[in-house]
């Protein structure tokens, strides 16, 4: 049976089935996140295991999280390219503003989580009004913890018009969310 790492050939259904399950939610969720299309996350989902199937008996298990992750972006980015006017911005918000909590007592009343779950969904529905050339590299950088310096390389573009998508992008979202 071969695993990421072990060099002995072809993977086996059981081993690259457990690996898929381990890790497709991960994968889904990065290619959501950039292409906000269910179907569309789908399919670069499928590519990513494709590939990774290909390299199955290659990869190193410590890093195959991020090799994930990086054919996922990379796919979606390429998909993204080539559907420009599909674009759009579905992103995941962690815990109630981003914070866990260890105890119950520490759990927010409901209240709190219904008014989080309300900015939650007017963020989403601003993220979905920016432009694309300002939505994708905020989802990199706030969701993909991406470096200012790898989305421009990622996107093609220089660091100073990154930035500049970025910064207006975010004032653009203040401006809806005020």
């Known amino acids: 049976m071969a695993a990421p ?16 399950r381990e890790y497709q939610d991960m994968v889904y969720a990065v290619a959501l996140r950039l292409l906000a299309r269910e179907a569309d996350a789908e399919d670069v989902a499928q590519a990513t295991f494709v590939r990774a199937y290909e390299q199955f008996g290659r990869l190193d298990p410590v890093t195959v999280a991020g090799w994930l992750r990086t054919v996922a972006t990379h796919l979606s980015l390429n998909h993204l390219a080539r559907h420009r006017s599909r674009w759009r911005l579905f992103s995941e918000l962690g815990k109630v503003g981003g914070a866990a909590f260890d105890t119950p007592s520490d759990a927010p009343d409901p209240a709190e989580v219904l008014d989080a779950e309300q900015r939650r969904a007017r963020l989403e529905e601003a993220l979905r009004a920016l432009p694309a050339h300002q939505r994708v590299p905020l989802v990199l950088f706030h969701f993909e913890q991406r470096s200012y310096d790898d989305i421009a390389r990622l996107l093609g573009v220089s660091l100073g018009k990154l930035k500049t998508d970025m910064h207006r992008g975010r004032l653009a979202l203040r401006r809806w969310l005020a």
């Open 5 to 20: 790492g072990d060099p002995s050939g072809p993977p086996g259904a059981a081993s690259f089935d457990a690996f898929v």
